[in-house]
């Protein structure tokens, strides 16, 4: 099993930045695909972002294309998601998950979030 812990998130105004970071231990991550979700309050949680451990290929919400990056260092086991010119609505709680490539991301390993909040 893999675990996933995330750090980095805070308070900004609009228009400013973060950036969050997962880090994952527990095994190898040759054939992963590592994600960004959120939840705001009484919605549900929605995907941000993904990236391939192995060939880093990248996939966005609309929503966030343009403004969010994700990344990953291999040799830190950790991924990233740089978010600039952020937005009240980006308010949440952002949550790093993992899974096998071909399974669900319900099925796959959580952190325990990390709160973003975006003041206008």
């Known amino acids: 099993q893999v675990q996933l812990v995330e750090s980095g998130g805070g308070s900004v105004q609009a228009g400013g930045s973060l950036r969050l970071s997962c880090a994952a231990s527990?095994?190898?991550?040759?054939?992963?695909?590592m994600g960004w979700f959120r939840q705001a309050p009484e919605k549900e949680r929605e995907f941000v972002a993904r990236?391939?451990?192995?060939?880093?290929?990248?996939y966005y919400a609309d929503s966030v294309k343009g403004r969010f990056t994700i990344s990953r260092d291999n040799a830190k086991n950790t991924v990233y998601l740089q978010m600039n010119s952020l937005k009240p609505e980006d308010t949440a709680v952002y949550y790093c998950?993992?899974?096998?490539?071909?399974?669900?991301?319900?099925?796959?390993?959580w952190g325990q979030g990390t709160q973003v909040t975006v003041s206008s």
């Open positions: 998950a993992g899974k096998e490539g071909g399974s669900s991301w319900s099925s796959g390993s």
């Open positions: 990236i391939s451990w192995s060939v880093g290929s990248t």
């Open positions: 527990g095994r190898t991550f040759s054939n992963y695909l």
